[in-house]
């Protein structure tokens, strides 16, 4: 991966600070979080990249990836960060930024035949506005 | 008496008899249970974000209502509702902004007494794998049983201390007091997919797929787990293949179920509501 020299405003990382009560600058880049993660090849960026991507601010990366979408919160990421930073939280929280303001994101429900409601409620609150 | 918690899936999707064999089988080991009175839909997933609050309230509702019928913890069959219930219930013990914004919202207090318990837990805590042993009338050996746990039942671990997240033993333990053999096998507290089963069904499929196939070379004749959702998904993904090479899924009910013998045991059984 290539980072740009320039990095984005802080307001970005403000807004994540406010909604997950993190802050991504104290991960260390242990890479458990991309280890143990069941659904990586789904993935363009793991979620170690993501972190740090959110922690050197370039946002834009973040917000185009598709990996916040792909990221289905089983938490095994959270439950086995040595620094307690919860990547699942961190996706959460760049999904709720993106829903939120940025009015992206909107998946649509291809399947409701035969899937259980606990999926579509789910889906319905974690991926659309 | 234990309050109970049905849930959408389980009771919206019967044709897994999850309920019925569930509440056979504390019938025969003694538990007494008793629905709510009125209940709602726990919100189906737990809102990881610190700002959010109205997906914490039809939760804390089910575990108010508990407190006020006076029983002595809320029971659910479903991982899912047991997720959200617990950590809803520890949030608001432990964040004094959420339990006044709930508050407020409610415009009711929550004194934070209650337990939430699944399932499994009561099998293990209240009953005991001695006490199941001695109920078998039928029992399962020489079948091969894996059992799956999933995600939302473990984790996060230090908020449902129920088991160990990387190396949990309860279900083959029960697996064992039945008579059958557990297999262990990888993969087994890997995710399925969850919610992409209505989204992105490429991403379940693989990932339910990675399980059932590990599951099936560690040897195992039928697969068990505790959530609705992963039980779609698990049997989902098997769809393309013949009916020779799928493996049947079960939830953790059906074996103990059939070893109890508790169909004949519950034959009063006073049919469920819907």
């Given amino acids: 991966m290539r980072f740009p020299t320039k990095t984005a405003s802080i307001k970005e990382q403000e807004e994540l600070a406010d909604i997950i009560q993190k802050n991504v600058k104290d991960c260390y880049q242990c890479l458990k979080c991309s280890a143990g993660c069941p659904l990586t090849e789904h993935m363009d960026y793991y979620p170690h990249q993501v972190m740090l991507l959110a922690k050197m601010d370039l946002y834009k990366k973040v917000f185009d990836s598709k990996t916040l979408w792909v990221c289905a919160s089983c938490l095994a990421c959270s439950s086995r960060c040595p620094r307690d930073l919860e990547p699942a939280k961190v996706m959460e929280g760049l999904r709720a930024m993106i829903i939120r303001k940025r009015g992206e994101g909107n998946v649509e429900v291809v399947n409701p035949k035969g899937v259980p409601r606990q999926a579509l409620i789910s889906s319905m609150r974690k991926l659309r506005r | 008496m234990l309050g109970y918690y049905p849930g959408c899936t389980v009771r919206a999707h019967q044709n897994g008899n999850f309920e019925k064999e569930a509440l056979a089988i504390l019938k025969v080991l003694g538990i007494s249970v008793e629905e709510l009175s009125e209940w709602e839909c726990c919100g189906a997933i737990y809102p990881l974000t610190n700002d959010e609050y109205v997906p914490l309230l039809s939760s804390v509702r089910a575990l108010k209502r508990t407190e006020e019928e006076k029983k002595e913890g809320l029971l659910t069959l479903c991982s899912a509702c047991y997720h959200v219930l617990k950590r809803v219930n520890h949030r608001m013990n432990n964040d004094k902004e959420a339990k006044k914004r709930v508050e407020n919202y409610l415009d009711d207090k929550y004194d934070g007494t209650t337990k939430v318990l699944h399932l499994i837990e009561v099998l293990r805590d209240q009953v005991g794998y001695k006490e199941i042993k001695e109920h078998v009338a039928n029992s399962l050996e020489g079948e091969k049983i894996a059992t799956y746990y999933g995600c939302l039942f473990l984790r996060p671990e230090k908020e449902m201390e129920l088991l160990d997240a990387e190396n949990p033993g309860v279900m083959e333990e029960i697996v064992k007091a039945l ?38 070379k560690a040897g195992a004749t039928q697969l068990v787990t505790a959530c609705p959702l992963c039980k779609h998904n698990l049997q989902h993904c098997q769809k393309e293949l013949e009916d020779e090479q799928k493996l049947p899924i079960h939830y953790i009910t059906a074996p103990i179920y059939k070893a109890l013998g508790a169909d004949k045991k519950a034959e009063d059984e006073q049919p469920l509501a819907n």
């Fill in chain 2, 179 to 216: 008579g059958a053999e557990p297999v262990i096998y990888p993969y087994r507290t890997d995710c399925c997919g969850a919610y992409h089963a209505s989204d992105k069904e490429e991403v379940s499929n693989s990932a339910s797929l990675k399980i059932v196939m590990a599951a099936k």
